[in-house]
Nanobody, 122 residues
Framework: QVQLVESGGGLVQAGGSLRLSCAAS????????MGWFRQAPGKEREFVAAITWSGGDTYYADSVKGRFTISRDNAKNTVYLQMNRVKPEDTAVYYCAASGVVKTTTDGIKYWGQGTQVTVSS
C-alpha cells in the first residue's frame, strides 16, 4: 500500500516561490510515476507535473512549464515541486499521486495524498 504525505503549502505573493514536498512510503513497481495535480474551487482536478522514480523523466502541463520544476530524491523517497513566479491562478489544493504509468488525467490513479493548500495573493 502506497502512502503519500504532502507538505509545504501556504500563502505566497504573486511572483514569489514555494516548494511542495511529497513523502512516499510502500513504493512498488506499480507506483513508478509520481505526479502533482491541483484542484481550484469549483474546478476539476488537473495535471501539473510528473516524474519517474527510475529514470527521472519529467512532464509538465503547459500552464506551469518554465515556472515549476518537479524533482525527486530517491534516497528520501520524496518528490518535490518547486513553484517559481507563481500567479493567482496557481491557487489550488495540490495533490501528490502515484501510478504505474504517466497519467495526465485522474482516471485510474489509485494513490493520492491528502492535499496541501497553496494560495497566491495578487
Amino acid at each position: 500500500q502506497v502512502q503519500l504525505v504532502e507538505s509545504g503549502g501556504g500563502l505566497v505573493q504573486a511572483g514569489g516561490s514555494l516548494r511542495l514536498s511529497c513523502a512516499a512510503s510502500g513504493r512498488t513497481f506499480s507506483s513508478d510515476v509520481m505526479g502533482w495535480f491541483r484542484q481550484a474551487p469549483g474546478k476539476e482536478r488537473e495535471f501539473v507535473a510528473a516524474i519517474t522514480w527510475s529514470g527521472g523523466d519529467t512532464y509538465y502541463a503547459d500552464s506551469v512549464k518554465g515556472r515549476f520544476t518537479i524533482s525527486r530524491d530517491n534516497a528520501k523517497n520524496t518528490v518535490y515541486l518547486q513553484m517559481n513566479r507563481v500567479k493567482p491562478e496557481d491557487t489550488a489544493v495540490y495533490y501528490c499521486a502515484a501510478s504505474g504509468v504517466v497519467k495526465t488525467t485522474t482516471d485510474g490513479i489509485k494513490y493520492w495524498g491528502q492535499g496541501t493548500q497553496v494560495t497566491v495573493s495578487s
